[in-house]
């Protein structure tokens, strides 16, 4: 991780008929400093990107069932 803020966005998706993904522009729910954390509640199955300051993705978590810990370092 750099010394530049980091976003975290959860990849926007909608169900269209047939019952398959169309992924559309992520929403950016923070903007984080180096040490800071956040806690986001969400939904099994949606996939959340960390991107830096110009928005290219860093990493992807899946979101689980269970409460579960991201660290991006």
């Given at each position: 991780m750099t010394d530049s803020p980091e976003d975290t966005r959860e990849a926007g998706r909608r169900r269209p008929a047939g019952g398959r993904h169309a992924f559309f522009s992520p929403l950016q729910y923070a903007v984080l400093q180096p040490?800071?954390?956040?806690?986001?509640?969400?939904?099994v199955g949606h996939p959340w990107v960390v991107t830096?300051?110009?928005g290219t993705g860093l990493v992807c978590f899946l979101s689980a069932n269970q409460t579960l810990r991201a660290v991006v370092r």
């Amino acid at each position: 991780m750099t010394d530049s803020p980091e976003d975290t966005r959860e990849a926007g998706r909608r169900r269209p008929a047939g019952g398959r993904h169309a992924f559309f522009s992520p929403l950016q729910y923070a903007v984080l400093q180096p040490g800071q954390s956040y806690r986001q509640q969400t939904y099994v199955g949606h996939p959340w990107v960390v991107t830096d300051a110009q928005g290219t993705g860093l990493v992807c978590f899946l979101s689980a069932n269970q409460t579960l810990r991201a660290v991006v370092r």
